[in-house]
Nanobody, 113 residues
């Protein structure tokens, strides 16, 4: 089973940018759909961006136009480019296959001045 390690989180000011990476332990070329999720305390984990085979993408309304999900099958890596960050984007961000798999540790994103 492919495992994923998220990285790239940190503290950023409102309006700033971060690029999250999700490194897979094996090939992701055969994984049809992968997504970035986020979670804040006392709230359910939500899907914020999804990418399917053929590079079809979907975004939550709250991030559409600001976030971009992409995948590099050659590097076995999933990315989330986050621009124009807002305090409400503060959360732990996770990557995972749409179906199956398990949750990793995620990476903390904090947007604050």
């Amino acid at each position: 089973q492919v495992q994923f390690v998220e990285s790239g989180g940190g503290l950023v000011q409102p309006g700033g940018s971060l690029r999250l990476s999700c490194a897979a332990s094996g090939s992701i070329s055969s994984i049809y759909a992968m997504g970035w999720y986020r979670q804040v305390p006392e709230k359910k984990r939500e899907l914020v961006a999804l990418i399917r085979g053929g590079a079809t993408t979907n975004y939550a309304d709250s991030v559409r136009g600001r976030f971009t999900i992409s995948r590099d099958n050659g590097k076995n890596t999933l990315y989330l480019q986050m621009n124009f960050l807002k305090p409400e984007d503060t959360a732990v961000y996770y990557c995972k296959t749409l179906t199956g798999g398990s949750w990793g540790q995620g990476t903390q994103v904090t947007v604050s001045s």
